[in-house]
């Protein structure tokens, strides 16, 4: 499956985006799909995750509250809304699909997508 990732762009702290990713050449609706990200000199890190009906989902205590993932099986898309950013959102953010229908450890991630970048300024 290919992932195509979308939404990121240079924002004010407070600020709201909302991040696309659109799956195509594969199977979508029976897998877990997630959201991570990597910001400079740091580690690839969680973000938020949901099953495969758009129930179980996951989220990093840091965003906990204001960010919320969703997807569309209809449309093979899954979305991360993120609201009050703060600079420390600042990242490269990557959609991922997961081998299995609930989320689970990186690990079990079986397709990448690239990243979009978010940059919060404050």
């Known amino acids: 499956v290919q992932l195509q990732a979308s939404g990121g762009g240079s924002v004010q702290a407070g600020d709201s985006l909302r991040l696309s990713c659109a799956a195509s050449?594969?199977?979508?609706?029976?897998?877990?799909m997630g959201w991570f990200r990597q910001a400079p000199g740091k580690d690839r890190e969680f973000v938020a995750a949901?099953?495969?009906?758009?129930?179980?989902?996951k989220y990093a205590d840091s965003v906990k509250g204001r960010f919320t993932i969703s997807r569309d099986n209809a449309k093979n898309t899954v979305t991360l809304q993120t609201n009050s950013l703060k600079a420390e959102d600042t990242a490269l953010y990557y959609c991922?699909?997961?081998?299995?229908?609930?989320?689970?450890?990186?690990?079990?991630?079986?397709?990448w997508g690239q990243g979009t970048l978010v940059t919060v300024s404050s």
């Open positions: 050449g594969g199977t979508f609706g029976s897998y877990a």
């Open positions: 949901v099953g495969w009906s758009g129930g179980n989902t």
């Open positions: 991922a699909r997961y081998a299995t229908p609930l989320p689970a450890s990186i690990n079990r991630i079986s397709s």
